[in-house]
């Protein structure tokens, strides 16, 4: 079986389907560090949050661990 994974987290889109850990998420936020977002919030490193079917949260801070889900 073949995974796809991100090559950097700027490809990372809100709405993505994404497998963490063995479960299925989408991505609610992708904060990239060093890019200033709309509420004028600058991250210090990379993170993604992620949600599932019972709007429940988790924190991804390494991307390359996201699997592309198709």
């Known amino acids: 079986m073949f995974i796809q994974r991100y090559i950097n987290p700027t490809v990372i889109g809100v709405a993505d389907n994404v497998r963490y850990k063995g479960k299925d998420y989408q991505v609610l936020i992708n904060y990239i560090k060093g890019q200033t ?3 004028n919030y600058t991250p210090k490193s990379n993170r993604t ?4 079917e019972n709007s429940n ?3 991804c801070d390494n991307y390359k ?4 889900l198709a």
């Open 37 to 39: 977002d709309a509420k």
């Open 49 to 52: 949050i992620l949600i599932d």
């Open 57 to 59: 949260r988790v924190i």
């Open 65 to 68: 661990l996201l699997e592309i």
